[in-house]
């Protein structure tokens, strides 16, 4: 294909803006897909991103268009997801691409995604094409909405294209923009290969399959290739493109995009945003932007039954081959038995993961609280660690200082709801860092916010104080120190580590409370008293007693002399001594879910 008819582009937009339903009318539009072939949300070929509504995994499509000026075009489309949580997945398909469709609802104007992923693309050196998507719903204010866009962005309103993709409504001219403004590849198809893995996945039969758009050279068929960041070397078992099924060619050349399955067992060997060249004639450095994508909370996942721990394990092997982003690591608890410790992006890739793991492989878990990474600075080495999970803490004497990772997040609401916001965020300890007014009767506010208290119930919480309207985004900013210990929960005077969490001292007694009472509802009652306490340290701070089960052995005594009563009591007193001595507490799953619903009422 002559490189000035390929056009590479991708769509961006906040979460439910549109964007599959473009890509379905897109793909309709170009004759790629018959209408047999037609459903909703052709590029969402997982069960759970067709329930949720929302792209999890990037994809990709190959469609020939036919233009208005008689020549046909090969465009590249790739599908990014807009959840928050899978950016990096979004960062690395804009690097593969000339230009963005950036599509806003018409009815809900410009959001927080839609802010995050047009900065990306700018940074990327994307072409805009701005798009109003749902005309259509009578609550529709385009006209106010590309008023919007042009304060922003500062495209004029008059070329903002409406648009409704789910009635097909002007698809015809976002094809046309994109091939009057996303330039075409430039690169040299002479050059050594060089090719960028924007996405993969593992298939049983080819191995691990890498999406690469092809920047420099050309590959053939049967030639070996070599990944720069580890140095694989591996012959290719197929390579092709995506229409939108994989179809097998002979060559990939400069500015396309295809996939390549390389055989290879595992994800980790061919990593998203890694550079794939050929081993007998390598390129001399790698595209730049690659960087290992970093996991920000974590949380432990267990079996219910211990002798489910080899399935589990399995599951999350077969997972990561899809989801390079999962990273896990076995971990032992005295409540919980054997489980694994894993890493997210975010508490909606979290959500996934499990839904996968309970879903696909038919497993029951218990999830423990999700935590952050923490630093912790040791008092006499100075020697810096991370910690995973508050288990791992060590001795406060030892400790000079912890610090915990800060976000900077954007809000975008209506101007109405700005005081409902800001006590939300005081109570989280944020920060105000500043504030914009993009159009009238919205603000963005800007601020920074430990990672900690947004990753539980932030987020329900500003939906729910502001009815939905307002919208967010956030980056990491960094790690700061705070004064911070760990809260144990003993049950009948024995930790339990599953239970334990790192909080704000001036949050600590609070939270101990809190923990302590939503406990003692939750724990069963046995024969002997079961105390439930919350320490800091060596300090109890709360403290509440399971009342035990207590047999009337003084029925039978009707009368007669009072040293008999007194010795029955007695006896049974001792019996429940002994027992409290010998006897375990089982905590429930209800106990362990109970840390996530400490909310802030």
Request: negative net charge; glycine residues 6%.
């Given at each position: 294909?002559?490189?000035?008819?390929?056009?590479?582009?991708?769509?961006?937009?906040?979460?439910?803006?549109?964007?599959?339903?473009?890509?379905?009318?897109?793909?309709?539009?170009?004759?790629?897909?018959?209408?047999?072939?037609?459903?909703?949300?052709?590029?969402?070929?997982?069960?759970?991103?067709?329930?949720?509504?929302?792209?999890?995994?990037?994809?990709?499509?190959?469609?020939?268009?036919?233009?208005?000026?008689?020549?046909?075009?090969?465009?590249?489309?790739?599908?990014?997801?807009?959840?928050?949580?899978?950016?990096?997945?979004?960062?690395?398909?804009?690097?593969?691409?000339?230009?963005?469709?950036?599509?806003?609802?018409?009815?809900?104007?410009?959001?927080?995604?839609?802010?995050?992923?047009?900065?990306?693309?700018?940074?990327?050196?994307?072409?805009?094409?701005?798009?109003v998507n749902k005309i259509d719903l009578p609550a529709a204010q385009p006209e106010d909405v590309a008023e919007e866009i042009e304060n922003i962005i500062g495209i004029p309103?008059?070329?903002?294209?409406?648009?409704?993709?789910?009635?097909?409504?002007?698809?015809?001219?976002?094809?046309?923009?994109?091939?009057?403004?996303?330039?075409?590849?430039?690169?040299?198809?002479?050059?050594?290969?060089?090719?960028?893995?924007?996405?993969?996945?593992?298939?049983?039969?080819?191995?691990?399959?890498?999406?690469?758009?092809?920047?420099?050279?050309?590959?053939?068929?049967?030639?070996?290739?070599?990944?720069?960041?580890?140095?694989?070397?591996?012959?290719?078992?197929?390579?092709?493109?995506?229409?939108?099924?994989?179809?097998?060619?002979?060559?990939?050349?400069?500015?396309?995009?295809?996939?390549?399955?390389?055989?290879?067992?595992?994800?980790?060997?061919?990593?998203?945003?890694?550079?794939?060249?050929?081993?007998?004639?390598?390129?001399?450095?790698?595209?730049?932007?690659?960087?290992?994508?970093?996991?920000?909370?974590?949380?432990?996942?267990?079996?219910?039954?211990?002798?489910?721990?080899?399935?589990?394990?399995?599951?999350?092997?077969?997972?990561?081959?899809?989801?390079?982003?999962?990273?896990?690591?076995?971990?032992?608890?005295?409540?919980?038995?054997?489980?694994?410790?894993?890493?997210?992006?975010?508490?909606?890739?979290?959500?996934?993961?499990?839904?996968?793991?309970?879903?696909?492989?038919?497993?029951?878990?218990?999830?423990?609280?999700?935590?952050?990474?923490?630093?912790?600075?040791?008092?006499?080495?100075?020697?810096?660690?991370?910690?995973?999970?508050?288990?791992?803490?060590?001795?406060?004497?030892?400790?000079?200082?912890?610090?915990?990772?800060?976000?900077?997040?954007?809000?975008?609401?209506?101007?109405?709801?700005?005081?409902?916001?800001?006590?939300?965020?005081?109570?989280?300890?944020?920060?105000?860092?500043?504030?914009?007014?993009?159009?009238?009767?919205?603000?963005?506010?800007?601020?920074?916010?430990?990672l900690s208290e947004i990753i539980i119930d932030f987020y329900d919480k500003l939906k729910s104080g502001t009815r939905g309207y307002a919208s967010m985004d956030y980056e990491?900013?960094?790690?700061?120190?705070?004064?911070?210990?760990?809260?144990?929960?003993?049950?009948?005077?024995?930790?339990?580590?599953?239970?334990?969490?790192?909080?704000?001292?001036?949050?600590?007694?609070?939270?101990?409370?809190?923990?302590?009472?939503?406990?003692?509802?939750?724990?069963?009652?046995?024969?002997?008293?079961?105390?439930?306490?919350?320490?800091?340290?060596?300090?109890?701070?709360?403290?509440?007693?399971?009342?035990?089960?207590?047999?009337?052995?003084?029925?039978?005594?009707?009368?007669?002399?009072?040293?008999?009563?007194?010795?029955?009591?007695?006896?049974?007193?001792?019996?429940?001594?002994?027992?409290?001595?010998?006897?375990?507490?089982?905590?429930?799953?209800?106990?362990?879910?109970?840390?996530?619903?400490?909310?802030?009422?």
């Open positions: 294909m002559d490189q000035s008819k390929i056009r590479n582009f991708c769509i961006i937009a906040h979460i439910d803006h549109g964007k599959s339903t473009l890509a379905d009318r897109l793909l309709q539009e170009t004759g790629t897909l018959t209408e047999r072939e037609m459903q909703e949300q052709v590029l969402d070929d997982m069960d759970l991103e067709r329930e949720k509504g929302v792209t999890i995994k990037a994809s990709a499509v190959r469609m020939n268009y036919t233009a208005k000026d008689g020549e046909t075009y090969e465009m590249n489309l790739i599908d990014t997801p807009g959840h928050v949580d899978f950016a990096y997945e979004v960062s690395r398909a804009l690097q593969g691409c000339e230009g963005a469709i950036l599509v806003v609802d018409a009815t809900q104007g410009i959001e927080a995604q839609t802010l995050a992923n047009l900065y990306l693309a700018v940074e990327s050196d994307l072409e805009i094409i701005p798009v309103a008059e070329e903002v294209i409406p648009i409704s993709a789910k009635m097909g409504a002007n698809i015809e001219q976002v094809l046309e923009a994109v091939v009057a403004h996303v330039p075409p590849p430039h690169s040299d198809p002479d050059d050594p290969f060089r090719a960028l893995v924007f996405d993969s996945h593992y298939d049983s039969y080819k191995g691990v399959i890498a999406y690469v758009r092809v920047f420099e050279g050309a590959l053939d068929k049967r030639q070996w290739i070599r990944m720069m960041s580890n140095d694989v070397t591996v012959e290719p078992i197929e390579i092709g493109i995506f229409s939108p099924s994989m179809k097998p060619v002979e060559r990939l050349t400069a500015g396309e995009v295809g996939y390549i399955a390389t055989g290879l067992k595992t994800v980790r060997e061919c990593r998203v945003g890694d550079t794939i060249t050929l081993r007998d004639q390598p390129a001399a450095e790698p595209l730049p932007g690659y960087e290992a994508v970093k996991p920000m909370v974590f949380a432990g996942f267990y079996p219910t039954e211990g002798e489910e721990y080899a399935l589990l394990k399995e599951a999350l092997e077969r997972l990561q081959l899809n989801d390079a982003a999962l990273v896990y690591e076995p971990e032992t608890s005295t409540a919980l038995n054997f489980g694994f410790r894993c890493g997210f992006l975010g508490l909606f890739h979290m959500e996934i993961i499990q839904e996968r793991l309970e879903r696909e492989y038919d497993l029951d878990l218990v999830a423990t609280a999700p935590s952050v990474r923490y630093e912790v600075v040791m008092a006499q080495t100075g020697e810096v660690r991370i910690i995973e999970s508050p288990a791992e803490l060590p001795d406060e004497n030892l400790i000079e200082e912890i610090r915990e990772p800060w976000m900077h997040v954007q809000i975008f609401l209506p101007e109405e709801y700005y005081g409902v916001v800001m006590d939300l965020v005081i109570k989280r300890r944020g920060e105000l860092t500043g504030q914009e007014y993009p159009a009238p009767g919205r603000v963005v506010l800007k601020y920074d916010l430990p990491f900013a960094g790690y700061r120190a705070s004064k911070l210990v760990k809260l144990d929960v003993l049950v009948a005077k024995t930790p339990v580590d599953a239970l334990a969490m790192i909080v704000h001292e001036d949050d600590a007694y609070h939270r101990g409370q809190k923990l302590v009472t939503q406990l003692r509802k939750l724990i069963p009652r046995q024969m002997f008293e079961v105390p439930i306490q919350a320490a800091t340290g060596k300090r109890v701070i709360s403290r509440a007693n399971v009342k035990a089960l207590r047999k009337d052995v003084l029925a039978k005594c009707y009368g007669g002399d009072v040293s008999r009563k007194r010795k029955l009591l007695e006896k049974q007193k001792k019996g429940k001594k002994r027992m409290k001595m010998i006897g375990n507490v089982e905590v429930p799953q209800e106990a362990f879910m109970a840390v996530l619903k400490l909310g802030d009422d």
